[in-house]
């Protein structure tokens, strides 16, 4: 896992039509109107996906169709990279319930359920230190 600093190609897998549905939020109804936040941080394997951890410890998984099938594999490397080169305790995913599979990896990757608020899965996942 590495620091992805190609904004352009983070971009453009973002705004990829397989992915923007999914991350879009009402605020970016339209991709050109799309700016990545400055103080994210953008991770990448492959350089064919988007790991995010956001600046309220919200986390991302941005993967393109071609690779979702080594997803487990990549967010189980994408939450280890978080706990040894953060000091963080503790990451937030939050899914719409129509990304049934996206709740499942989230729960296979070790996150816990703890509610759900205006159609999102509120998940969090607790780091022994």
């Keep these: 896992m590495i620091v992805f600093s190609d904004?352009?190609?983070i971009k453009?897998?973002?705004?990829?039509?397989?992915i923007w549905?999914?991350?879009?939020?009402?605020?970016?109804?339209?991709?050109?109107?799309?700016?990545?936040p400055e103080n994210w941080l953008y991770l990448t394997e492959t350089?064919?996906?988007?790991?995010?951890?956001s600046?309220?410890?919200?986390?991302h998984a941005n993967i393109m169709p071609e690779?979702?099938?080594k997803a487990y594999f990549m967010c189980k490397r994408f939450i280890e990279w978080i706990k040894?080169?953060?000091?963080?305790d503790l990451i937030h995913l939050n899914i719409h319930k129509k990304h049934e599979n996206a709740i499942k990896l989230g729960l296979?990757?070790?996150f816990c359920e703890v509610g759900i608020q205006d159609d999102r899965h509120a998940m969090v996942l607790r780091f022994e230190r």
């Design 21 to 36: 549905e999914r991350v879009r939020n009402d605020r970016y109804v339209d991709k050109s109107q799309f700016v990545l």
């Design 7 to 9: 904004r352009e190609k």
């Design 84 to 88: 040894m080169n953060t000091d963080l």
């Design 55 to 59: 600046d309220t410890y919200h986390i």
């Design 108 to 110: 296979l990757c070790g």
């Design 12 to 18: 453009e897998i973002l705004t990829h039509p397989e």
């Design 67 to 69: 690779t979702r099938h």
């Design 47 to 53: 350089g064919n996906e988007v790991f995010i951890l």
